[in-house]
């Protein structure tokens, strides 16, 4: 069965940092291209990072360029989200996504995780 479990959300202050981890199971999902979205209150969901099943390939959403840093570790089927300097406006529920494709800074896998909730106080 195919499978993301997201963990690493917290409440932190503006400026301060966290990681968030997403273990991939299953088969399929193994081989994937992995990233990451966020939902805010009233929002849609949107692109913040992705990687490619190698790890050599990664893509950002403009708005978290120079800040979040997407990696995988392939031997544990786990990719991670180092974000720093954080800011208010980054405060979602932030899900991992698992797709077949990737050509760029976008991606709309058909794997999903349950989300972790992410909140950065001003």
């Known amino acids: 069965q195919e499978q993301l479990v997201e963990s690493g959300g917290g409440l932190v202050q503006a400026g301060g940092s966290l990681r968030l981890s997403c273990v991939a199971s299953?088969?399929?999902?193994?081989?994937?291209?992995l990233g990451w979205f966020r939902q805010a209150p009233g929002k849609e969901r949107e692109f913040v990072a992705a990687?490619?099943?190698?790890?050599?390939?990664?893509y950002y959403a403009d708005s978290v360029k120079g800040r979040f840093t997407i990696s995988r570790d392939k031997d544990k089927n786990t990719v991670y989200l180092q974000m720093n300097s954080l800011k208010p406006e980054d405060t979602a529920v932030y899900y991992c996504?698992?797709?077949?494709?990737?050509?760029?800074?976008?991606?709309?896998?058909?794997?999903w995780g349950q989300g972790t909730q992410v909140t950065v106080s001003s």
């Open positions: 299953g088969r399929t999902v193994s081989g994937y291209h």
């Open positions: 990687i490619s099943w190698s790890g050599g390939v990664t």
């Open positions: 996504n698992a797709d077949s494709y990737l050509a760029g800074p976008t991606m709309w896998g058909d794997y």
